[in-house]
């Protein structure tokens, strides 16, 4: 019984899988909120030490 579940779940997964890719790697990517002043100045010592 497990393998035939194994087929139809595979089939279901590799169905249109380029399409499926594509969408996803073409959606643009969220920019990052900006950061506090403060953030900016603990980031810069960190790198400094």
């Known amino acids: ?3 035939a579940v194994s087929r139809a779940t595979r089939f279901l997964r590799m169905y249109n899988i380029d399409n499926r890719v594509d969408r996803v790697l ?3 990517k ?3 909120a ?3 002043p403060t953030d ?3 980031l810069q010592s ?3 030490e």
């Open 1 to 3: 019984m497990g393998g």
């Open 30 to 32: 969220p920019t990052p």
């Open 46 to 48: 960190t790198n400094t």
């Open 40 to 42: 900016l100045q603990n």
């Open 34 to 36: 900006p950061r506090y």
């Open 26 to 28: 073409s959606k643009e």
